[in-house]
């Protein structure tokens, strides 16, 4: 599996500040996704990271709330803009090699927004 | 799309014991079930998973189980141990999708 690193691990904002997290992958892979992870729950699909083009949102996710960039096959940045508390959560970078339908999860970011 | 329950949300196992947990799905188009453990602080570790042209598969002390006409699937831990102690999720997706759906999670302790 491929080694995905994420920065930074944790980080306490105020609110209306913007957090850009990072996301290295050790290989190139195929497919780069951005997870949310909010308090004691389970994981849900912000968005696809698609190289060299705009991201693909899931429902309730908008690009002005979390850009997203994925200059290469091996980086991918998610920003939080306009942080409010609720957007207090675990940030989660995973990847897909494309030989089957595995994913791989990043060790993700823990936000508080004050 | 697809709607994954999770159940027990909670699960205490004496060390030694058996712990199972189990998963229901929705939508028949789903053929790629992987279970994830999540340890405090970290992200999500793919620990085993199957497709639906397999009913049963082991590796050593996990099993997962698939019935795919009543659309449920389960994971099994054998010989528990401290370190099993996490929180276990579920999730499923269609073949060549890597849109998964996950379930609740289930947070597991095992008792030494």
């Known amino acids: 599996s491929a080694v995905i690193s994420q920065k930074p691990s944790r980080d306490i904002c105020q609110r209306g500040t913007s957090l850009t997290i990072q996301c290295q992958v050790d290989?190139?892979?195929?497919?780069m996704f951005w997870y949310r992870q909010q308090p004691g729950q389970s994981l849900t699909l912000i968005a696809t990271?698609?190289?060299?083009?705009?991201?693909?949102?899931e429902s309730g996710f908008v690009i002005d709330k979390f850009p997203i960039s994925r200059p290469n096959l091996t980086f991918s940045t998610l920003t939080v803009s306009n942080m409010s508390p609720e957007d207090s959560s675990i940030y989660l970078c995973?990847?897909?090699?494309?030989?089957?339908?595995?994913?791989?999860f990043g060790s993700g970011t823990q936000l508080s927004v004050l | 799309g697809e709607n994954v329950e999770q159940h027990p949300s909670t699960l205490s196992v004496q060390e030694g014991d058996s712990a199972v947990i189990k998963c229901t799905y929705s939508?028949?188009?789903?053929?790629?079930f992987p279970w994830y453990k999540q340890e405090l602080g970290k992200g999500p570790q793919l620990i085993i998973d199957i497709r639906s042209n397999v009913g049963e598969k082991k590796d050593q002390r996990i099993a997962v189980t698939l019935n795919k006409t009543a659309k449920h699937f389960s994971l099994h831990i054998t010989e528990t141990q401290p370190e099993d102690s996490a929180v276990y999720f579920c999730?499923?997706?269609?073949?060549?999708?890597?849109?998964?759906?996950f379930g609740a999670g289930t947070t597991v302790t095992v008792r030494a």
């Open positions: 995973s990847v897909g090699t494309g030989a089957d339908e595995k994913l791989f």
């Open positions: 939508d028949s188009a789903s053929n790629y």
């Open positions: 990271a698609n190289q060299g083009s705009e991201a693909t949102y």
């Open positions: 290989s190139q892979v195929t497919m």
């Open positions: 999730a499923a997706s269609p073949v060549n999708d890597y849109k998964l759906s």
